[in-house]
C-alpha cells in the first residue's frame, strides 16, 4: 500500500518554485506563463546540445510546443469533459498540441532515423548560386550557351548534398555516442544538425566536431581524383574542381577555432579538457567566435578589394563592393550570434541542476474519488497542501485532481462535485521519482507533457505533486539571478 504525502513536511521548502538549492548545466529556453483559472499551458523547457557547422554556423536552442488550454465543465460534469476530449487527447488524457512541422521546411527523408529538412532560405541561396556559378562558366565554356544555368544548379544541389554529408558525419557520431539528433537542416549558409544533449567528455565533444570538417576534406579528395580522370575544359571537369573547391572551403571554414563553428568546439574541448571546466572552454571559443565575427566583418571586403582572391582590384565593381560587404556583414552577424548564444547556452545549462523535483513538489492529500471537492480542499487546507491525489480503496493513487479543473468550478458547486470528476487518470509518465534533478528531470516531463505529475519515493510512497508550471517559473528565477 502506498502511504500519502507525510503531513510534518514543510510547505515552503517544496511548494514555492525556484527554492531549490544547487546548480545547473546548457541550452534551455523557457518562455513564461502565468496561470489563470480555466487555463494550464506551460511549455518544458528542452535542452539541446549544440553542433553547428556549415558555411556559416549557426546554432538554434528548440523547445517544445506549447500545452493548449482545457475545456472543463464548470458543472463539474465528467461525462461532458469527457466527451470534450475524446477526438484530440493524448496517453496522459490531456489535449494534444497542434503541432507544427518541426523542421520548418520540406521534409526530405530521414537517413539513420533522423528527418532532414529543407529550408524555404535554400531556394533562395540555389539561384544565387545558379547565377554567380553561371556567369563563370559563361568564361569558361562559353559555347554551353543558357544550358550554363542547368549546370549551375546541378552544382548547387550537389554542393549541399555535400553539405549534407558533412552534417550526416555530426549525426553518425552523435548516435554513435548514444546523443539524440533532433534534426538535420539544410539553409541559407549551410546546414545545423540539432543534437538533443552535449557530449559527456572532451574526446567525444571532439571527435564529434571534428568529423564534419574531416568528411568535408575527404570529399574535397575525391573530387580532386575525379578531376584528374577527366577533361577540366569540360563540363564534368568545372563541375569537380568547383565542388573540390567548395568542401575545401567549408571545410577550412568550420575548423576556424571560434563558436558556434566547428573548429570553436574542438577548442572549446581541448580548454575543457586542460582545465576540467567545460564553461572555461566555451568562454574561450565564444570569445574567439566573436573576434572571428569582428575579423570576417573587416578583413573580407579588404582581401577582396586587394586581389588577394585573384580577381584583380582594377576588375572589382561597386556591385561587387556592394556584395562583399554584405556577405562578410552576414557571415559575421551569423558567428557573433552563434558564439553568443553557446555562451548564453553554457550558462543555462549551469543552472540545471537547481531543478530538483524534490524542491518543486507540492504536498497532497490522498481523497477517494467520491468525495465532495469543498471536503477534499477542506482537508488540504488543515494539511497546508496545495494538490489532490485520489486514491482507490488500498490507497494506491489513480488520478490527481487538476489544478485548474478545481479553479472552474464555482464555490457554491463545489459540494456537489466529486474530485473524481476533475480528475486526470495517472499513466506512468506521469510518475516521477522525487531523486529527479536537472536535465533528466526536463527530459522526462518533455518526454510525457502534462499539467501534473504525481512524485514518488523510491519506495513507491506518495511525497506529492509536481506542476509543470512550478518547474517554469523555478527556472525563469534562477537565470533571473546575476551571472557569477
Known amino acids: 500500500m502506498k502511504s500519502p504525502a507525510r503531513e510534518g513536511d514543510s510547505e515552503a521548502g517544496r ?28 511549455r518544458i523547457p528542452s535542452t539541446p546540445g549544440p553542433s553547428p557547422c556549415m558555411i556559416g554556423a549557426s546554432h538554434r536552442a528548440t523547445a517544445p510546443p506549447r500545452r493548449p488550454t482545457h475545456d472543463v465543465d464548470h458543472t463539474g460534469s465528467k461525462r461532458t469533459e469527457r466527451r470534450k476530449a ?38 533562395l541561396v540555389a539561384a544565387l548560386i545558379t547565377w554567380v556559378f553561371g556567369d563563370q562558366l559563361d568564361r569558361v565554356l562559353p559555347e554551353l550557351g543558357p544550358a550554363r544555368y542547368l549546370v549551375s544548379l546541378f552544382f548547387a544541389v550537389a554542393f549541399y548534398a555535400s553539405v549534407l554529408v558533412h552534417e550526416l558525419a555530426h549525426t553518425i557520431a552523435a548516435l554513435r555516442f548514444r546523443l539524440p539528433v533532433r534534426r538535420i537542416q ?84 581541448v580548454i575543457w579538457g586542460i582545465t576540467g571546466k567545460p564553461m572555461a572552454g566555451t568562454v574561450a571559443a565564444a570569445w574567439v567566435g ?43 552577424a551569423i558567428i557573433w550570434t552563434g558564439a553568443g548564444n553557446s555562451l548564453r547556452m553554457a550558462r543555462l545549462r549551469e543552472h540545471l541542476p537547481e531543478l530538483r523535483a524534490r524542491a518543486l513538489t507540492r504536498r497532497a492529500v490522498p481523497v ?54 476533475l480528475a486526470q487518470d495517472l499513466t506512468d509518465g506521469m510518475k516521477v521519482s522525487a531523486e529527479l534533478t536537472g536535465e533528466a528531470l526536463l527530459d522526462h516531463l518533455r518526454t510525457t507533457p502534462a499539467t501534473e505529475y504525481l512524485v514518488l519515493e523510491t519506495g513507491g510512497e506518495i511525497y506529492g505533486v509536481l506542476s509543470a508550471l512550478d518547474v517554469e517559473k523555478a527556472f525563469v528565477k534562477a537565470m533571473a539571478r546575476p551571472q557569477s
Open 290 to 332: 566573436r573576434a572571428l565575427a569582428v575579423t570576417v566583418l573587416i578583413g573580407l571586403p579588404l582581401v577582396t578589394q586587394t586581389g588577394v582572391l585573384g580577381t584583380p582590384a582594377r576588375d572589382i565593381g561597386g556591385m561587387d563592393t556592394v556584395m562583399d560587404a554584405l556577405l562578410a556583414a552576414i557571415l559575421a
Open 86 to 123: 475524446v477526438a484530440d487527447t493524448d496517453e496522459t488524457g490531456e489535449r494534444s498540441a497542434k503541432r507544427s512541422d518541426p523542421g520548418g521546411g520540406i521534409l526530405m527523408g530521414r537517413p539513420f532515423g533522423v528527418p532532414v529538412y529543407v529550408s524555404p532560405s535554400w531556394f
Open 186 to 269: 539544410l539553409q541559407f549558409f549551410g546546414g545545423v544538425s540539432e543534437i538533443e544533449k552535449e557530449s559527456e567528455t572532451p574526446g567525444r565533444e571532439f571527435v564529434l566536431a571534428f568529423v564534419g570538417p574531416l568528411l568535408s576534406l575527404a570529399l574535397a579528395g575525391i573530387f580532386y581524383l575525379g578531376m584528374k580522370a577527366v577533361d577540366p575544359a569540360t563540363v564534368p571537369g568545372v563541375l569537380l574542381a568547383g565542388l573540390m573547391i567548395s568542401n575545401l572551403l567549408v571545410a577550412a571554414f568550420n575548423l576556424l577555432p571560434g563558436l558556434p563553428l566547428d573548429g570553436g568546439r574542438m577548442l572549446r574541448a
Open 15 to 42: 511548494a514555492a518554485p525556484g527554492e531549490a538549492s544547487a546548480e545547473p548545466a546548457p541550452g534551455i529556453v523557457v518562455m513564461p506563463k502565468t496561470l489563470r483559472p480555466g487555463t494550464d499551458s506551460t
Open 368 to 421: 477517494q474519488s467520491a468525495t465532495p471537492l469543498s471536503e477534499a480542499l477542506r482537508r488540504a487546507n488543515e494539511a497546508g497542501a496545495r494538490a489532490l491525489v485520489v486514491v482507490d480503496g488500498q490507497g494506491d493513487p489513480t488520478a490527481i485532481v487538476r489544478e485548474t479543473a478545481i479553479a472552474s468550478v464555482p464555490e457554491h458547486r463545489r459540494p456537489w462535485v466529486a474530485v473524481s470528476t
